[in-house]
């Protein structure tokens, strides 16, 4: 005997696409799931919602859905969907928008060591004008993963710095002023 299968009855909310778009500067609505994005997206195999169906979920204002999402945390930010798009909707963008609202409205990320890369990743930038690999996977592996983490990486570490893969100190840049300077500006945006 087979079992009917309710149909989800979803009554859109623009509110949430409003939000989105406001703060993006994106205009998802003019999304029409060509599915060119996820098409031509690297890590479709990792997500819970492919990026057109995420689209669509915007638009609908599925905002829990889209917020707890492991697409929006496993997005590698490649920009092949943006590259792909017709109607040059920048989904990157929107990604991370949508990492923004949800850390905002403290959602815990499904992927936790994302928020932890990123804050490593620009704090770096913030301090040398650019990433410095060896403090950046220190830093990095130490938050996520404790001591135990970092000792299991050193030896990786110890190889690349003796091949000159990697630079104990950074190399300075000149523009640096300007480097924190944007950083400050953002800052006052909010």
């Known amino acids: 005997m087979m079992v ?22 994106e205009k998802v609505s003019a999304c029409f799931q060509c599915t ?30 889209v917020l ?8 590698a ?7 792909r798009c017709p109607n040059g909707i920048d989904v990157a963008h929107i990604m991370d928008t949508l990492r923004q609202i949800s850390q905002g409205e403290g959602i815990r990320a499904s992927q936790s060591n994302v928020p932890i890369f990123h804050s490593v990743f620009l704090s770096s930038v913030r301090k040398h004008g650019r990433v410095s690999e060896m403090e950046m996977a220190l830093i990095y592996y130490l938050k996520s993963q404790g001591l135990t983490g970092l000792l299991k990486q050193a030896g990786m ?10 630079k104990l100190i950074p190399t300075p840049i000149r523009a640096i002023s300007q480097v924190r ?10």
Not at 16 to 22: G, I, S, T, Y
Request: net charge positive; charged share 25%; proline share 3%.
């Open 77 to 83: 930010s490649c920009e092949t969907c943006n590259t």
């Open 181 to 190: 300077a944007i950083f400050r500006k953002a800052e006052e945006r909010g």
């Open 4 to 25: 009917a299968e309710l149909s989800r009855v979803i009554v859109p909310n623009s509110g949430f696409c409003r939000k989105v778009e406001e703060m993006s500067g």
């Open 68 to 75: 707890h999402s492991d697409t929006i945390w496993v997005c």
């Open 157 to 166: 570490g110890f190889g690349m710095l003796i091949r000159g893969k990697i």
């Open 36 to 65: 060119k994005c996820t098409n031509g997206c690297p890590v479709t195999f990792a997500m819970d919602i492919a990026p057109h169906r995420l689209m669509h979920s915007i638009q609908l204002g599925l905002k829990g859905e």
